[in-house]
């Protein structure tokens, strides 16, 4: 895992929420550092005082099994295999090694496309431990699946969609559609861009104004 801390966060002591983001198909942990610019983006908002101090995971997103019999690697991007990691390992050796406020309130995910699918499945199979969640070219949550997921609804706070300009996602209507039945619900659309970086780096930036506020 790449693990982004903030500013002052190695001579302090206070304690941070975190938000765990997740790459694209073809990408890998490394995505978001290294071609998303996630570091200076999110070190600009929070010295600007737009974005709470947080830390940020990224992990990589495929869960790969080895065949015994050949050796042979088969890659999957399984959520609920992925689930299974994140509960098990990531989330707790994040929360044992690093200043981190442990709790629902204080923990978000969000994905860029594979990445927010992985999301939407993993936050709608286990609806209280996030209660931030986003997902960028990842398609939308629908209010016809969250309408009697009660749970879910107790427990966000902000729930995010976006897509590029050139994109035909319907984040617009899907927001509109979730406020109508109590989540508080967020879309937009990056002007002029299409299934790519600008996409998703415009998206980081909405979103990370919006969470632990």
Not at 127 to 150: C, H, Q, W
Request: net charge negative.
């Amino acid at each position: 895992a790449y693990i982004y801390t903030p500013a002052g966060y190695d001579e302090g002591k206070d304690k941070y929420p975190v938000f765990y983001l997740l790459h694209g198909m073809g990408e890998n942990e490394r995505g978001w550092s290294l071609q998303g610019r996630m570091n200076f983006i999110m070190d600009n908002l929070i010295a600007e005082g737009k974005a709470k101090p947080m830390i940020v995971v990224m992990d990589c997103g495929y869960t790969d099994t080895m065949d015994p019999a050949t050796g042979a690697i088969k890659r999957s991007t399984d959520a609920g295999s992925l689930a299974e990691i994140y509960f098990k390992d990531i989330i707790p050796m994040v929360e044992k090694n690093y200043r981190v406020i442990a709790d629902t309130e204080h923990r978000a995910m969000d994905g860029l496309s594979m990445g927010g699918m992985q999301t939407r499945s993993i936050t709608m199979a286990n609806p209280t431990t996030f209660a931030y969640v986003g997902m960028f070219s990842g398609g939308t949550f629908r209010a016809e699946d969250l309408k009697d997921a009660a749970d879910f609804k107790k427990t966000n706070k902000v729930l995010f969609m976006s897509c590029g300009g050139k994109e035909n996602m319907g984040v617009d209507k899907a927001a509109e559609d979730l406020k109508a039945i109590g989540i508080n619900a967020y879309s937009y659309v990056s002007p002029e861009t299409a299934h790519e970086w600008q996409t998703w780096r415009r998206s980081l930036y909405q979103f990370a104004q919006l969470i632990f506020k």
